[in-house]
């Protein structure tokens, strides 16, 4: 008896229960950036209208003000991962954090349209390293237990920017706006003093009396970080001499069929029009002669609910049958909102429109959420190899953060020339997503990585 109570109080040593304070101050910290990404994704939906017409921007200057941040963020995406290695994960958010303040507060001073082009861009270069090295630090820090739910708070706090956007975008004005959409900036600038570095970086540069201290300050004092310490300095000792492969090596024969799904999906995901709704919503309910303050607070409620949705079904039905359901939604929403468009006349028919538009709107918003919108990440975490994962990842990062500039930048030329015929081409997109899927998408749910390179090689 009193070896399995002395064995039983080992294994609790080892395995956390429950997650720390430490934890959870280091993730609600890291989040904040996610909430400000969220908030720089969707401040141009309401606020394009009064910037107009203040500022006396045209159609084409207010696209390319809404589509500097994706260049933005496409520069320092590519450079992300080299960055976060090399000062460590929270210095990279506290110089995200530099850059984003500097983006808001030029977009609320500004009196011409080069401050605001100007901090459009430097928004675009915080977000895009936010986007990479939050999801990062949060799963360096949290125990394997409770690693899943706590990544997942990254796409839920950009989900509540986005929300956030859509309603207090109705009684705001856009300097005020974008003042208010600079504190989740200020609160982590703050808040990263209190937290401490990634154990996972401290280890890649043999800090390894830090990288106990770290992992004591995450996991609690009772618990025996000496095990997990050793654990993380073989991994990335492995991770060392497994991540030597060149840029050549990634277009070696036997990784084509990962880098089309990895970039096939990047790009279905983006031409599918999915960022237009974010960075235009306001103007896409006005076009169709729908209330902007009621669309706008619809979509910001049922946002957030989504994204919980997806951490229930992601695990239990699988990559596959999500993404095509995804895919379908999507494909018969679009064509219902391009239907709300065609259909457009005064009277009753108005009516049925402004029916087709709001359901159309709502669920291509729920069907994208639950895969096409957070799927294609995952899965490309899933089929590249070890020995290319780094150069991959930069690659089909830098494709999305560019498929997503063209849509931003296009989208109001596509609605001026035809608002039906651009939701009917990203219906026609859609369908197309799903013969990509069912043809070359492998299922990846509960296999092994190893097991999904076997299957990917036989399949070429």
């Given amino acids: 008896m009193e070896s ?6 080992q294994e609790e040593a080892r395995t956390p229960s429950s997650f720390t304070y430490g934890v959870l101050l280091s993730t609600s910290v890291a989040v904040a950036g996610s909430f400000c990404y969220g908030c720089a994704m969707s401040y141009t939906s309401p606020a394009q209208s009064k910037i107009m017409e203040e500022l006396g921007l045209s159609v084409a200057d207010y696209s390319f003000f809404t589509s500097l941040m994706t260049l933005g ?15 460590g994960r929270r210095q990279t958010m506290w110089i995200s954090d530099i850059f984003c303040l500097f983006g808001w507060l030029s977009v609320a001073f500004a009196h011409d349209v080069m401050l ?5 861009l430097f928004l675009g270069f915080g977000v895009g390293l936010i986007s990479y090295v ?9 125990p394997k237990t409770f690693r899943g739910g706590f990544t997942f708070t990254n796409q839920l706090l950009q989900c509540l920017g986005i929300s956030l956007m859509f309603f207090t975008g109705n009684y705001f004005h856009w300097r005020t706006l974008a003042l208010l959409s600079a504190m989740p900036c200020a609160v982590q600038l703050i808040g990263l003093f209190f937290i ?3 154990p996972r970086w401290l280890a890649m540069y043999g800090r390894d009396q830090e990288l106990e201290v770290t992992l004591k300050r995450l996991r609690g004092e009772r618990f025996d970080v000496l095990e997990e310490a050793a654990e993380i300095r073989e991994t990335v000792e492995i991770s060392r001499r497994e991540s030597q492969s060149g840029v050549k090596d990634l277009f070696h024969m036997r990784n084509a069929q990962p880098l089309i799904i990895g970039l096939g999906l990047m790009l279905m995901q983006q031409f ?27 979509l910001a409620a049922v946002l957030v609910p989504q994204s919980v949705i997806v951490i229930l079904t992601v695990d239990r039905w699988g990559r596959r049958p999500l993404l095509l359901m995804s895919s379908i939604g999507m494909c018969i929403c679009s064509f219902l909102i391009g239907l709300s468009y065609y259909l457009q006349k005064p009277g009753e028919v108005q009516t049925i429109c402004s029916v087709l538009l709001i359901v159309g709107i709502l669920g291509y918003v729920s069907f994208f959420c639950i895969g096409i919108g957070g799927l294609p ?24 953060w560019f498929f997503n500039w063209v ?15 651009t939701y009917f081409i990203f219906s026609g997109v859609s369908l197309v997503t799903i013969v990509f899927i069912w043809i070359l998408v492998p299922e990846t749910k509960g296999r092994t990585l190893e097991e999904i390179q076997a299957s990917l090689v036989r399949f070429s």
């Fill in 196 to 198: 401490p570095e990634s």
């Fill in 116 to 120: 605001l082009n100007i901090g459009r």
């Fill in 4 to 9: 399995a109570s002395l064995l039983n109080k």
């Fill in 377 to 400: 990440w995952v899965i490309m975490s899933e089929i590249f190899p070890v020995n290319v994962k780094i150069t991959a990842g930069s690659l089909v990062t830098v494709s999305s």
């Fill in 407 to 421: 849509i931003i930048y296009s989208f109001n030329f596509m609605m001026q020339w035809s608002a039906s015929g």
């Fill in 272 to 298: 599918c029009g999915s960022s237009a709704i974010s960075a235009y919503a306001a103007s896409i309910f006005d076009k169709a002669g729908f209330p902007i303050d009621i669309g706008t607070t619809i």
């Fill in 73 to 87: 963020g496409m520069i320092t995406a590519a450079l992300s991962g080299k960055v976060a290695a090399l000062i």
């Fill in 134 to 142: 939050v999801p990062v630090y949060i799963a360096e820090i949290t």
